[in-house]
Nanobody, 118 residues
Framework: EVQLVESGGDLVQPGGSLRLSCAASGFTFGAYSMSWVRQAPGKGLEWVSSINGGGVTSYADSVKGRFTISRDNAKNTLYLQMNSLKPEDSAVYYC????????????WGQGTQVTVSS
């Protein structure tokens, strides 16, 4: 059974940093591309970043230069390092396992809440 469990969300002040983690199980983690997607209150899903099994990355313009996606295939864990956080980064952050394309979201975690506020 595929499981994705996010953690690391918190309340942080503007300009602060957080690192999110997504622990994966039930599949060969290194063989799949993974993504972070977020949803702010009252808004739709917004793609944040993706990484393939070899470490090639892609970012939304809104987070480029501030967020870094990474993975540890030995630990079956996906990460999102978030720096210079802004109030508009407040959202529930989900990790997702991708399928045949970088928009083929096959499985989702339960999400972790990030709130950026003073």
């Amino acid at each position: 059974e595929v499981q994705l469990v996010e953690s690391g969300g918190d309340l942080v002040q503007p300009g602060g940093s957080l690192r999110l983690s997504c622990a994966a199980s039930g599949f060969t983690f290194g063989a799949y591309s993974m993504s972070w997607v977020r949803q702010a209150p009252g808004k739709g899903l917004e793609w944040v970043s993706s990484i393939n099994g070899g470490g090639v990355t892609s970012y939304a313009d809104s987070v480029k230069g501030r967020f870094t996606i990474s993975r540890d295939n030995a630990k079956n864990t996906l990460y999102l390092q978030m720096n210079s956080l802004k109030p508009e980064d407040s959202a529930v952050y989900y990790c997702s396992r991708l399928g045949s394309s970088w928009t083929d979201y096959q499985y989702w975690g339960q999400g972790t809440q990030v709130t950026v506020s003073s």
